[in-house]
T-cell receptor, first 117, second 116 residues
Framework: AQSVTQLDSQVPVFEEAPVELRCNYS??????LFWYVQYPNQGLQLLLK??????LVKGINGFEAEFNKSQTSFHLRKPSVHISDTAEYFC???????????????FGSGTQLTVLP | NAGVTQTPKFQVLKTGQSMTLQCAQD?????MYWYRQDPGMGLRLIYY???????DKGEVPNGYNVSRLNKREFSLRLESAAPSQTSVYFC???????????????FGPGTRLTVT
């Protein structure tokens, strides 16, 4: 089984400052990793994903994340945030394909990013 | 394409009432999912359907039933609502193939349910 820990439930940051949202996972097998964003009163949309290859993954809206296998981490970063980045961010993991099964995601508890003017 | 749609958007129930949450996707996806979202707990999987004709329990299935009506539609039923089922419910779908890039799930806008 997999589990995901998002170490910070709330992260306030001033506009144009850099931000890092932390995510650690545990799994006995290799996993695929995802970051989703949820804007107020909306569903989740994918920011970026790590499947294989380069450990630095770039996503939408200027976000990027780095997969670190030895630290079992997948932290999300943005060099300069905007007011419009205020949202809740979820890290998720998915185990490798199992024939006949759905591709289940296990989510972390979420990090509320609030960008202050 | 509308993507994943959910109805209703909001619902208030009294304890013991029943209701069905509807979900449909127009992306020809094989797999569909129901999650509930509670503050500080992220999203927890209630039920999922790997493909048309199959359904399986997720992490928190008690008090719920599902029906995969056809490839497009996946409904969630609360037979006797309880205050503990007050939550935001999300439906999602994914292509459901072996290709890793198809692991992404696409989410609907959610249903906000209050049980009094």
């Amino acid at each position: 089984a997999q589990s995901v820990t998002q170490l910070d439930s709330q992260v306030p940051v001033f506009e144009e400052a850099p931000v890092e949202l932390r995510c650690n996972y545990s799994s006995s097998v290799s996993v695929y990793l995802f970051w989703y964003v949820q804007y107020p009163n909306q569903g989740l949309q994918l920011l970026l994903k790590y499947l294989s290859g380069s450990t630095l993954v770039k996503g939408i809206n200027g976000f990027e994340a780095e997969f670190n296998k030895s630290q079992t981490s997948f932290h999300l970063r943005k060099p300069s945030v905007h007011i419009s980045d205020t949202a809740e961010y979820f890290c998720a993991v998915s185990p490798p394909f199992l024939s006949g099964s759905a591709r289940q995601l296990t989510f972390g508890s979420g990090t509320q990013l609030t960008v202050l003017p | 394409n509308a993507g994943v749609t959910q109805t209703p958007k909001f619902q208030v129930l009294k304890t013991g009432q029943s209701m069905t949450l509807q979900c449909a996707q127009d992306m020809n996806h094989n797999s569909m999912y129901w999650y509930r979202q509670d503050p500080g707990m992220g999203l927890r999987l209630i039920y999922y359907s790997a493909s048309e004709g199959t359904t399986d329990k997720g992490e928190v299935p008690n008090g719920y039933n599902v029906s995969r009506l056809n490839k497009r539609e996946f409904s969630l039923r609360l037979e006797s609502a309880a205050p503990s089922q007050t939550s935001v419910y999300f439906c999602a779908s994914s292509p459901g193939t072996e290709i890793p890039s198809d692991y992404e799930q696409y989410f609907g806008p959610g249903t906000r349910l209050t049980v009094t």
